[in-house]
């Protein structure tokens, strides 16, 4: 109450602090219209939250106001303020959906609805970044900086998935409508500005990303039958006069990604074997997903699919990791660690097709016949064969 009383002056008194607050309007009356705003206050300050969109607006200016804490303040004499500097974060695209989303989860009301329009305005934005070329050619510099302006939207993105999953209310077609849309983005775009796909296979880096992040939340709420239906769901990539179905595996893969390596390890004057983890690895944050959660998802989808491409012979049904090279620890994954006991295992066993651990670790030795589990990459990475250890495949579901 002391705070909310404002702060002390010089002769000793709190100053209290009030502020009108609207919560009714004329519902005859429009939105933009002031004609709901008593005439004793309209020249005086007043805080409207007479909506859902004015209350999602003003409820933290409300708080400013009694807690003293202005949003804005006036820097020093001769400094050029902080918003025209840049340095202020700007306000997300998808807020609004995003507070609306909020909404409709406690009111336990609306949530597909309130979540696809969300959801739109994440397309939205991702779909409003900027070619990466510089002068008509690629450049991985102007992808980085596109991509760290999608990264306040990828947060968000990682807060709202884990709100609707916590509350079991997530609308497993819409999301992945949404990543079959992000799969055909890069085309779109490139068709749109008469430039080359290449400008935008940094949008296939940001796509995966999003797939990882939003896998490593469903392995984390141990949401087992949302995460089966994602990766056992048939995607449509579009081309100009067809369209080919495709599985997950497809939307794990990025295209030009000999261009990135090149330009990357140019950009970085390094070496760098796979140039898509370390960018995803330097832009993971504690704050989002942590990197080694990430890693245990991309590891869950390859296992996935490379026990499912015994029944297709399709290559793009086959998800290739992509986290492994930046993988430095020893010892066993945490999340397959955790799998040799057959408690924890148990609800996952649906997700892999099997009836029970032994038959698990059968199919696995047909999947994988000189146990080295190298064609879990393809080949790609050959120093991945160390992963037999990591991955504990041989022992899971061994114990109690």
Known sequence: MAQLQGPVDTAGERERRYVAVIFDRDPALPVSSPGHVPTMFASSVYIDMSTD?????????LQRFLLDKPALVAPPLGQVPAHLRGDAPPALPS???????????EREKGVAGAFQDYVDQVLSALGQLPPATEEREFSMGRAIEA????????????????????????PVDVLGDALERMLNLPRERADQTQLPESAFAYLDVLRLELILYT??????????????????RTYFAVYPSSQQPVTLGRLGRVSDEALLRQRYNALTERSWTSPVGVWLQT??????????????????????TALERQSTTAQASQWHPVTGPGWQRRGPVPLFERFTSRRVLGPWLPFFRAASADEL????HA???????SQLMQDKWREWSVLSDHLSLDRLGSLN
């Not at 999608?150 to 916590?166: A, H, S």
């Open 147 to 170: 991509a760290d302006q999608f990264t306040p939207v990828r947060d968000e993105w990682v807060e709202m998935l884990r709100l609707v999953i916590r509350q079991d209310m997530l």
């Open 367 to 373: 999947a994988f016949p000189d146990r080295s589990y």
């Open 361 to 364: 670790r059968t199919q696995l």
């Open 95 to 105: 807020r609004a959906q995003a507070g609306a989303l909020r909404r409709a989860v």
């Open 215 to 232: 896998a490593a939340l469903l392995i984390e709420a141990r949401a087992v039958e949302a995460l089966q239906a994602l990766t056992e």
């Open 53 to 61: 969109e004015l209350m999602d607006e003003n409820f933290e200016r």
């Open 283 to 304: 832009r993971a944050s504690l704050q989002a997903v942590p990197w080694e959660k990430l890693l245990e998802a991309d590891l869950m989808l390859a296992l996935k």
